[in-house]
């Protein structure tokens, strides 16, 4: 009976492991993989497909440019230019990917999540405020970053930064997955395409039309 309660009890661990272990970007099982849109003579794998080893090169691995600061003047005040396995192939299979975050005095990246990754920050310039909320009771986390701080954000939970001093901020992020999507909340919930009925908005903000209205239009 104990042996049949252990074999069961061994079964769900192995389960539970094999859950968490899919849950992320997959192990590559080869090098590399540098991803290619030409389906010739190509493998498939992990969304993209696998250019010939035998004509990878170095520039395959290379990104050049994140030295040179993002254009901050917009309504936000914040710009991102983000290395994924779009623009640096190299990182296909290889389950992670890099930004580069400028900000404006008072500049905000706004309330969003990466659904795939999980995010790491340290702050290289200036001061932000960065938090994020836990799912349901939705606990806020917060702490000011300056010069050399690092912050983590968990997969897939709603966070934000924001510039609280009077100069530029500079930021870069590290992120586990080669492609981590991103949702920013207000987007997503006032500029869908095509738009959710604002009856569905008004009932879950609890607010008048004119409100709803008036946001949509924003975005």
Do not use: W
Request: charged content about 15%; overall charge neutral.
């Amino acid at each position: 009976m104990m042996k049949g309660v252990h074999f069961l009890v061994t079964l769900a661990l192995l389960a539970l492991a094999t859950s968490l272990a899919s849950a992320y970007d997959p192990s590559p099982l080869q090098d590399f993989c540098v991803a290619i849109n030409n389906t010739n003579s190509a493998v498939f794998v992990n969304g993209k497909f696998c250019k010939d080893p035998a004509v990878v090169t170095a520039d395959d691995f290379f990104f050049p440019g994140l030295n040179v600061p993002g254009n901050t003047e917009n309504k936000l005040g914040f710009s991102v230019n983000l290395v994924n396995v779009d623009n640096l192939p190299g990182l296909n299979t290889l389950g992670i990917s890099l930004a580069r975050l400028d900000f404006a005095p008072y500049g905000l990246n706004p309330p969003h999540t990466h659904p795939r990754g999980t995010e790491i920050l340290v702050v290289v310039e200036g001061t932000l405020y960065v938090g994020f909320v836990t799912s349901n009771p939705n606990k806020l986390f917060t702490k000011v970053l300056n010069k050399g701080d690092v912050f983590v954000f968990p997969i897939g939970l709603i966070h934000f930064q924001f510039n609280i001093g009077k100069t530029n901020a500079l930021a870069f992020s590290g992120l586990s997955s080669q492609n981590p999507g991103v949702i920013t909340i207000a987007n997503a919930v006032f500029g869908s395409t095509p738009p959710i009925n604002p009856d569905v908005l008004i009932k879950a903000f609890q607010v008048d039309k004119k409100v709803i209205d008036y946001l949509q239009k924003q975005f």
